[in-house]
């Protein structure tokens, strides 16, 4: 297993989001392969997936590009959130390809005491022109606009 962005030695020891390397959980991140959106998720850019730990789902919802950090950090956290990014709702698992590199990643903790933890996340592969052809972006979409009329 490949992993990047390591602490330095001084640093505190990260914690681990997601130990079931071979399922995608929230909090693992995501980097995009191919995409037809050159300005907010060009080709390489990394996403969190959003959700309650430990929750496994067929579907994510995923937010590219966090500023300035995703939510969620500590154990006792329940939930990844983010902001700041676009998001790609209803991302199916079977879109997700698993690789072998982990990162280290900060993430906010939501309490007590609002502060950065380094947590060491699996890194997953995102084709978002797969995505789009999917056709679940426009499901989204259209299912919003329909739930707003009522």
């Known amino acids: 297993m490949k992993t990047t962005n390591q602490t330095a030695a001084n640093d505190t020891p990260a914690c681990v989001l997601n130990d079931l390397f071979c399922t995608p959980m929230p909090g693992d991140f995501v980097q995009v392969e191919d995409s037809i959106y050159t300005s907010d998720t060009p080709a390489g850019s990394f996403g969190v997936i959003l959700g309650f730990k430990n929750d496994s789902k067929d579907e994510y919802d995923i937010c590219f590009n966090p500023v300035p950090a995703p939510w969620g950090g500590k154990s006792t956290d329940a939930q990844i959130t983010a902001a700041g990014g676009s998001t790609c709702p ?37 084709d978002l022109c797969a995505y789009e052809r999917s056709g679940r972006r426009q499901a989204f979409i259209s299912n919003s606009m329909m739930k707003s009329i009522r």
């Open 90 to 126: 209803m991302v199916g698992t079977d879109m997700l390809k698993p690789t072998s590199t982990v990162m280290v990643r900060e993430f906010f903790t939501k309490s007590p005491f609002i502060h950065k933890v380094k947590c060491v996340v699996k890194v997953w592969t995102f």
